[in-house]
């Protein structure tokens, strides 16, 4: 435990001093905090790391940027008393590493982290992480540039082994070359026709069950044009879930 003066926290949050790989402060999610704290009082103490062994920046913030940036906002006449320090919790990390997998593992158990967090996350952390930063490269590539527009969260479905892997600073890929075909289908669904997440779920579950589980190859070219004379006839216009869609692309694709 270590006592940090406010102006001291003031200093951690400038955008120099906050950690490359973790996530943007949000003023909305500061104004829930204040308001929980004016009610509740400080419920969890900020986690600091000592990161001096790696890098110039003494003291960082591990977890809880937008606690911090809620006690620094804090009106004085909200406060009991007037506090110009905090107790925080400070681990000492040897290498970088130590350092995104603890942020990692803090997060993966908060619902505010979305998948789009981890990539940026796990990108941002660079070739420190080096076994498996091209395929966060990859991914993020394909994300944010090749296939703007396809749910980040549907795309690590579409290429990830596991998506505790994946969160975890550890992605692998599935069958790479597989996931970009069913990318560029996906992407068409989306763009071209304007289809929903259970239709993209729905033609991933149908492909990776023909592929991995029944072990029979995909004809994409075949499934491409299928698919859109069968759309253009507005032959799915039952299909009411991911199963339906599914079944409607096994009907269309084993059609004689």
């Known amino acids: 435990m270590k006592k940090f003066k406010i102006k001291e926290i003031k200093e951690l949050l400038k955008p120099k001093n906050l950690l490359e790989f973790n996530r ?11 308001q929980s704290i004016n009610e509740c009082g400080i419920l969890r103490l900020p986690v600091i790391g000592n990161i001096s062994n790696f890098d110039k920046r003494k003291y960082v913030i591990i977890d809880g940027q ?12 909200l406060f009991t008393n007037n506090i110009n320090e905090i107790d ?6 040897d290498n970088k590493n130590e350092v995104i997998s603890d942020v990692a593992k803090l997060n993966n158990i908060q619902k505010s982290w979305n998948d789009e967090n981890y990539l940026n996350a796990w990108y941002k952390f660079g070739n420190d992480n080096i076994d498996y930063f091209s395929n966060y490269a990859y991914l993020s590539n394909t994300y944010n540039n090749i296939f703007d527009g396809l749910p980040c969260g549907f795309l690590v479905d579409l290429y990830a082994t596991s998506k505790e892997l994946f969160r975890n600073g550890k992605l692998e890929f599935k069958d790479q070359a597989f996931s970009d075909k069913l990318a560029q289908l996906s992407f068409m669904l989306k763009i071209d026709y304007n289809k929903n997440s259970f239709t993209l779920q729905g033609l991933r579950n149908w492909a990776f069950d023909r592929k991995f589980t029944h072990l029979k190859d995909v004809d994409f070219n075949k499934l491409k044009s299928r698919l859109k004379l069968s759309l253009k006839n507005n032959e799915d216009k039952n299909c009411n879930g991911r199963e339906d869609f599914s079944k409607f692309i096994d009907t269309i694709y084993k059609r004689i």
């Not at 943007?24 to 204040?34: E, F, G, K, L």
């Not at 606690?67 to 004085?76: D, E, G, S």
């Open 24 to 34: 943007d402060i949000s003023q909305r999610h500061t104004n829930s905090m204040i």
């Open 88 to 93: 925080c919790i400070v681990k000492k990390y």
């Open 66 to 77: 937008h606690l911090c940036n809620a006690i620094v906002q804090m009106p004085k006449t």
